[in-house]
């Protein structure tokens, strides 16, 4: 879904036939002023899609910037004051605040990730667990934070995954198939594939024919003699098991990918409002 469909069907979702709340009480000529007050500390995002939220529900709407998308902020910081008419202030706040509290809560979490593995050369990846129709979204505070997107979708890479090997019928089978795909249908994508342990790490070397090999649940151990084994014939990722406590020693094994699936599937919001003064 494109960002301004995502953004007029997000309105239509919300409003329906018209904001009756703010339309039975408040005249349709006031004009009133906000403010986007910071009630956490974090990484602020989302603060570009606001805009363009704002902006598709009155263009009228003047909106002054004070804090940019991937800075760090603190309880009481005012992110942004908006000027225009109150109806259209009220209309837009919800989801302005939806969108920002998510994605700021994302880029948090992600930073946070970033910071521990900053004396490596290991690059935090998300994943596809990803809250339907809003991957877009997220994906962008992933960036904002200071992450790396991984695939978005099923079209863009060829995951070879656990299951996929096992309905193949093996490692060679599967990856000789990919390729025979790619082939035929004349794509120019890459190839990973998952492995689930050293012997089928062997089995992919000995293959070869891909792009990436994805180190999954390995311990950190096991994981520095796969990446010595691999030895930058393929990229390498980690993935499986990872939280904060543990990730700089994955970093540190040599990995040149850990992907964080909680960095989408089970991140905290930021506490935001939007305030009339």
Not at 16 to 44: F, Q, T
Not at 153 to 173: C, F
Request: with cysteine; net charge negative; proline share 2%.
């Amino acid at each position: 879904m494109e960002l301004t469909e995502y953004i007029r069907e997000s309105i239509k979702e919300d409003v329906g036939p018209g904001d009756y709340s703010s339309m039975s009480c408040i005249s349709e000529s006031a004009i009133s002023k906000a403010r986007l007050l910071v009630k956490d500390d974090g990484i602020i995002a989302g603060v570009e899609l606001a805009l363009m939220i704002m902006h598709e529900i009155d263009p009228s709407l003047e909106i002054t910037i004070l804090i940019t998308d991937g800075k760090q902020v603190k309880k009481g910081d005012i992110v942004f004051t908006v000027k225009g008419r109150a109806l259209s202030i009220l209309k837009a706040e919800r989801l302005l605040l939806n969108c920002m509290q998510r994605m700021s809560g994302i880029a948090t979490t992600t930073a946070a990730y970033v910071e521990r593995i900053k004396h490596t050369s290991a690059r935090i990846l998300d994943t596809r667990k990803t809250t339907p129709l809003n991957r877009y979204i997220e994906k962008w505070a992933v960036r904002i934070g200071g992450g790396h997107n991984h695939r978005f979708g099923l079209y863009d890479m060829i995951m070879i995954k656990d299951n996929h090997v096992d309905y193949a019928g093996g490692i060679e089978a599967a990856i000789t198939a990919a390729n025979r795909f790619l082939a035929e249908r004349k794509l120019n994508i890459p190839i990973e594939i998952e492995t689930r342990s050293i012997a089928e790490v062997e089995e992919v070397l000995h293959t070869g024919k891909v792009q990436r090999i994805m180190l999954d649940n390995f311990t950190p151990e096991v994981m520095k003699d796969a990446v010595r084994l691999i030895n930058h014939q393929f990229e390498t990722e980690a993935s499986g098991g990872i939280i904060l406590d543990n990730v700089a020693l994955y970093a540190e094994t040599g990995v040149d990918y850990i992907s964080i699936g909680a960095l989408t599937h089970s991140v905290r919001s930021l506490d935001l409002s939007l305030k009339a003064f």
